[in-house]
């Protein structure tokens, strides 16, 4: 029986727990007594009670009884392994696992054969042991629970409780997700540092790792100026174009355009977010790139094809729906008193709108720029493709730069060793750029919060 | 009256022309047959109303009447709205402000208003007051410029309250001194005539006591039309009364006369509190 079969035998017999606790309940109650919830809660109850602790043990087993199997096994073998490197063990007992699950391993051993039929035996019994218990906590919950159904039992107000508890487990799931990745990349990051001072990183001018998979320290030079630069300019020139277009693009949307025009006008400016960024990256690559060129060329400065400019320009054209978008409701926020007040003392409406809308909505328009800004410096595909990858510190938006994000897909492609400082700096990449965009992100919300209680 | 046309037989001449629209004074604004619709709903039946100069006149009647929606026609303030549409003629000093050749911007440098809540720009009081006449270009140096706001919060009657903090925003007043800055932003654009939609409605009695105290004397200088829900406070500062009913205007007189003997029936009921 494979875990599919298993989870759906257990919503089944769950759905006749539920029948079990509403028939009950009902038969309960007698003399004039009233039950305290309506049927079903007793129901539900039963139901959770009879399956919940069943699929935790399930999950249990699905998260530990490989390992436990594996400890089991690796026990049992020959002396010599226990010599083996981490790495030598890890193949060894993948060997072993796929002679057990009668797959084919050239030139097995003797000892390697018996783990493997040991572990055949393991797994078998396993199943039956998880089998069984859960059989056994499914109808002890089911029994219990039923048995505990009186008029009194307040079961609306426990299923109230579990609701709640699912609620905060899913909430849950998402930050331990964040705090996980954050602290592995902490943990790579240092190992990095084991290998290139923090200053160096930090400080250095010169960015040349170098190929090499041997894990030699001294080779390579590993500055991140040059790429945090490429990043800050590409960036800037990005917001250049997104934050007057966005801009004005929110003022006509929230102003000026009808209804009609407003409700095709806005999804359609949405739709510039959704479109992939690999799009956008060949988009600047075949058009864009080699407009910018032939336009450098008429007015007779040199343009290189892929440029921070290019890559600039097609990232700020993706990211004017964020500043559009935000911009918008933060302006609609803006209470109509205000601009009554401007346009009854006679302002027109662009000078209401500039004298009064923007800087009132000012703080939460800031936000939105900060928002737009860590999607710019997060943003790899455009970059990839139309920046040129030229991790070399220069003022000139016309050559070809690198980026952070650029560089992490480098160091991540082709061989890796994580056990080089090649590999490595990749994490200390990522977490320099999550430190930004995280920034970036804590002061924007700030910023907006402030605006919101402003009106409230 | 009669003393003076004996005295002054040119003034007689004058009064005798007005005599036909009011006794004393001259018709500010004037509607005929205005007529208000947002989308296919009809909010005004058809109003016809004189406004007479230097009068405070005090719309009153249920919610939903119409009396704000009224007020605001008088400075094409609805023409924010969407979807709402005015028929019929409103004149001021006889000029047609529905009239397509008519600048609306200047029209509310005119007409100004005042509203229910409290709006203060989120600028400093100085910037509050100075937005106006520099939008207008009424002073051109800043002494002028200061001139203009220490001159406006005196007739609002803020001066003493704000003059060592005229940097500070707006926001930071009370809410009887943030309705009073918003007169004296509209006082600071030297309206002829100032419309107030319930300008108390969101304050307290002594804040209420101020403003009313504040009406009576701009009446000397503006024509003062305001909207009110408080049945005392236009007996109190409105030289005439009218009374709104389900998008009509069912009579319009002098306060002491609406109050006292009303000549229809549903005014008699509104005012002695039978309904509303």
């Not at chain 1, 992490?408 to 990749?426: E, H, K, R, Y």
Request: net charge neutral; charged share 15%.
């Amino acid at each position: 029986m494979n875990n599919l079969a298993l989870i759906v035998t257990v919503l089944i017999v769950m759905a006749v727990a539920y029948q079990l606790g509403l028939t009950r309940s009902k038969s309960v109650v007698g003399g004039g007594q009233r039950l305290h919830s309506r049927p079903g809660y007793y129901g539900i109850l039963v139901a959770l009670w009879c399956g919940v602790p069943t699929l935790l043990l399930l999950a249990l087993w699905g998260i530990f009884g490989n390992d436990i199997i594996q400890f089991l096994v690796s026990q049992q073998l020959p002396p010599e392994t226990a010599a083996f490197s981490e790495r030598e063990m890890l193949l060894q007992m993948r060997r072993i696992a796929a002679l057990a699950s009668g797959q084919n391993v050239s030139d097995p051993q003797q000892y390697e054969l018996s783990a493997a039929a040991q572990q055949a035996r393991l797994e078998s019994l396993g199943h039956l042991v998880l089998l069984a218990s859960m059989s056994v906590l499914a109808v002890l919950g089911l029994v219990l629970s039923r048995r505990k159904i009186t008029p009194d039992m307040r079961a609306r107000n426990h299923v109230e409780r579990v609701i709640m508890v699912a609620l905060a487990l899913s909430s849950g799931v998402a930050i331990l997700t964040t705090v996980g990745i954050v602290l592995s990349m902490i943990g790579e990051a240092m190992n990095f540092f084991r290998f290139i001072s923090p200053a160096d990183f930090f400080f250095g001018t010169t960015w040349n790792p170098r190929f090499s998979t041997s894990g030699d320290a001294g080779q390579g030079e590993f500055g991140l100026l040059p790429l945090l630069w490429g990043t800050l300019m590409v960036s800037s020139i990005a917001l250049l174009v997104a934050i007057p277009l966005g801009l004005m693009t929110a003022i006509y949307m929230s102003e000026y355009a009808p209804p009609s025009l407003r409700n095709v006008a806005k999804p359609v400016i949405e739709v510039l977010a959704g479109i992939p960024t690999i799009v956008y990256g060949f988009f600047a690559l075949i058009v864009i790139g080699p407009f910018l060129s032939g336009l450098g060329d008429l007015v007779g400065i040199s343009i290189r094809t892929t440029s921070a400019l290019t890559a600039g320009l097609v990232m700020g054209i993706m990211i004017i729906p964020f500043v559009s978008s935000l911009s918008d409701d933060i302006i609609t926020q803006v209470p109509k008193a205000l601009r009554d007040g401007a346009l009854g003392l006679g302002a027109t409406k662009s000078e209401t709108i500039r004298q009064v809308v923007l800087p009132a909505a000012l703080p939460g328009i800031v936000g939105a720029f900060l928002l737009a800004a860590s999607r710019a410096i997060g943003e790899t595909m455009i970059v990839v493709l139309a920046a040129g990858n030229n991790p070399v510190l220069h003022a000139n938006p016309f050559e070809a730069v690198s980026t952070i994000t650029v560089t992490i897909v480098n160091q991540l492609t082709g061989d890796m060793d994580f056990a080089s400082p090649q590999s490595l700096v990749a994490f200390a990449l990522g977490l320099t750029l999550f430190v930004i965009t995280l920034g970036l992100n804590v002061i924007a919300l700030v910023i907006v919060r402030r605006y919101r209680q402003q009106y409230e | 009256m009669t003393t003076a046309t004996v005295t002054v037989p040119t003034a007689m001449h004058k009064s005798e022309q007005r005599s036909d629209s009011h006794q004393q004074g001259q018709v500010k604004m004037s509607t005929r047959g205005v007529k208000v619709f947002y989308g296919d709903s009809q909010a005004l039946h058809g109003i016809d109303l004189d406004i007479v100069e230097n009068e405070v006149i005090a719309f009153i009647g249920p919610s939903g009447c119409g009396k704000s929606t009224f007020l605001r026609c008088l400075n094409r303030m609805n023409d924010t709205i969407p979807g709402c549409r005015v028929e019929g003629d409103v004149t001021l000093d006889g000029n047609d402000i529905y009239a397509p050749s008519l600048d609306v911007v200047l029209l509310r440098a005119q007409v100004g208003i005042v509203f229910q809540k409290p709006n203060p720009f989120p600028k400093s009081i100085y910037e509050n007051i100075a937005y106006g006449p520099r939008l207008h270009g009424l002073a051109s140096r800043r002494a002028e410029l200061d001139e203009v706001v220490e001159r406006s919060l005196r007739r609002a009657g803020l001066w003493d309250e704000v003059k060592d903090r005229l940097d500070q925003p707006g926001t930071s007043l009370s809410g009887g001194q943030q309705q009073r800055l918003c007169i004296a932003r509209t006082i600071a654009i030297s309206p002829e005539v100032i419309l107030m939609d319930e300008p108390c409605s969101a304050l307290d009695p002594i804040a209420t006591a101020k403003i009313e105290q504040l009406i009576d004397e701009l009446s000397a200088s503006y024509t003062i039309a305001m909207v009110t829900h408080n049945m005392q406070q236009a007996a109190r500062v409105a030289h005439k009364t009218a009374f709104f009913h389900m998008g009509d205007m069912v009579e319009v007189g002098d306060t002491d006369k609406i109050f006292t003997n009303p000549e229809d029936q549903r005014t008699h009921d509104y005012i002695t509190g039978r309904f509303g």
